[in-house]
């Protein structure tokens, strides 16, 4: 029933992205100079919901989040994730908008997250959508989740077109060539899980979420708190994936499954049972952060220099963009600093309420392109 359930929430999401509601068409008022974009994000467990102006600056932003709910049930279950969407969908908008002491006849625009992500999530927030804009008459903006993620930089940092983007989250892991708000060239992306997927999982079989610090936060933050404390983070080895590989693409399975070896060869040398923890288990941490690092800064370093080998970054203005949730990992950040550094290359990170999924980033990219489709208007009529 719930695959059933599963497949016409697909199906819909496919339906609902060739109406003419989410395709390309000219907004009225597009001179107006009061501009305010609503953006809503659904794509997996939180309920995003933000406002902003022509000017992006955020008038309001609310998010509500489940993350307490699926910690206590091991991880994301798309149905129940469904259901608080469903919940929460309405009064955040709702509180969106009195926060920003405005109506829905003040917006200008809704930016809805399109895809990817879990279709029982993304229905629920494009369903919402579509009824706000036929209720109001308002143009709906469809948004792709990564994309959001690549451009959200550019609302605090003046990065100019093309630059370079490492996208890192629970579900995704990419490098792409940003060439323009709707022009991405991919380079290299993940040939099975994501990064945050590993550490979501790993940090569930070693139980960290039994250390009362650790409690309430999500795998990736545990993962990286245990490994701060680690005191032989050299004790555990783990292989550099695809080594061998001169492309830019990413795998992360092998590095799972060494972790994996090592905390059941622990396991059977304490004599582990129920909720323990292995003595090791910060060193153990600090080896796989230190393994997954070492592969992003491998594969980000082929990827520069493909786009030196192709001429596709400017020489003069080499830029490296890293967002989504992963890139809040401070130990990966600065190791990506380290290699910018040695690169020449500037890197720019959004700031860490919006590396992960908000309502913020896919109202900018609503005004992105927004901006777009008003500049080509007035080229065309010159």
Same mark, same amino acid.
């Given at each position: 029933?719930n695959?059933l359930k599963?497949?016409v929430?697909?199906?819909?999401v496919n339906? %609902?992205s $060739?109406q003419?509601l989410f ?5 009225s008022?597009?001179?107006s100079?009061?501009i305010?974009? &609503?953006?809503?994000e659904t794509? !997996? ?5 933000a406002?902003i102006?022509r000017?992006? $600056? ?7 989040s489940q993350n307490?709910?699926h910690?206590?049930n091991?991880?994301?279950?798309? #149905? ?9 969908i309405?009064?955040? @908008?709702?509180?969106? %908008?009195?926060?920003a002491k405005l ?6 625009a809704?930016?809805v997250?399109?895809?990817p992500?879990?279709p029982?999530?993304l ?10 804009g ?7 903006i469809p948004i792709h989740h ?12 003046d990065?100019?077109?093309p630059f &370079?983007?490492? &996208?890192i ?7 792409? @060539?940003?060439?323009d708000?709707?022009?991405?060239q991919?380079?290299g992306e993940s040939?099975? !899980? ?10 569930r079989s070693m139980?960290?979420r039994?250390?009362p610090?650790y409690?309430t936060? !999500?795998?990736g933050?545990? @993962?990286e708190a245990a490994?701060?404390k680690a ?6 080895k783990i292989?550099l994936p695809l080594?061998?590989y001169? #492309?830019c ?5 092998g590095?799972k499954?060494?972790?994996m ?6 396991e ?10 292995i003595p ?12 997954t690092t070492r ?5 980000t370093q082929?990827?520069?220099e493909f786009?030196?080998?192709n ?5 003069d203005r080499?830029q490296l963009v890293?967002?989504?949730g992963?890139a809040?990992?401070?130990y990966?950040?600065?190791?990506l600093?380290?290699?910018c550094n040695?690169t020449n290359? /500037?890197?720019?990170r959004?700031f860490p $309420? %919006?590396?992960?999924d /908000? ?10 392109k927004w ?5 080509l208007q007035l080229?065309?009529?010159?």
């Open positions: 029933m695959t599963r497949l929430c697909s199906q819909f339906k %609902l $060739k003419y395709k390309p068409r000219a907004f008022n597009r001179q100079t009061n305010n974009i &609503l953006g809503i794509s !997996c467990d939180d309920t995003g919901c406002i102006n000017n992006g $600056k955020i008038l309001s932003e609310v998010c509500h307490l709910m910690l206590r091991g991880g994301i279950i798309p #149905d129940i994730a469904q259901d608080l969407h469903r919940m929460h309405e009064p955040t @908008v709702t509180k969106t %908008l009195e926060e109506s829905m006849e003040d917006i200008s809704i930016a997250t399109l895809k992500g879990l029982l999530s229905v629920i927030g494009m369903k919402y959508a579509k009824h706000l036929r209720r109001f008459n308002k143009p709906i990564m994309q959001a993620h690549a451009l959200v930089a550019r609302m605090h940092h990065i100019k077109f &370079l983007v490492l &996208l989250s629970g579900g995704h892991c990419l490098l792409a @060539v940003v060439q708000v709707d022009h991405f991919l380079l040939m099975d !899980c994501a990064p945050g997927e590993v550490f979501d999982k790993v940090a139980k960290l039994n250390v610090e409690s936060i !999500c795998g933050q545990a @993962v490994a701060s005191t032989n983070p050299n004790m555990f292989a080594a061998e001169r #492309d693409n990413f795998s992360f399975n590095l499954t060494s972790v070896y090592h905390l059941y060869k622990k059977q040398e304490h004599k582990i049972v129920a909720h323990e923890l090791e288990v910060n060193d153990l941490c600090a080896a796989m952060l230190m393994a592969h992003l800064i491998h594969r082929r990827a520069m786009c030196k080998d001429n596709l970054i400017p020489e080499k890293v967002s989504g992963v809040c990992n401070n990966i950040f600065s190791a600093q380290m290699l040695e290359y /500037n890197i720019y959004p $309420k %919006l590396c992960t /908000n309502g913020v980033m896919i109202a900018w990219n609503g005004l992105e901006r777009k489709v008003w500049i080229i065309s009529a010159l």
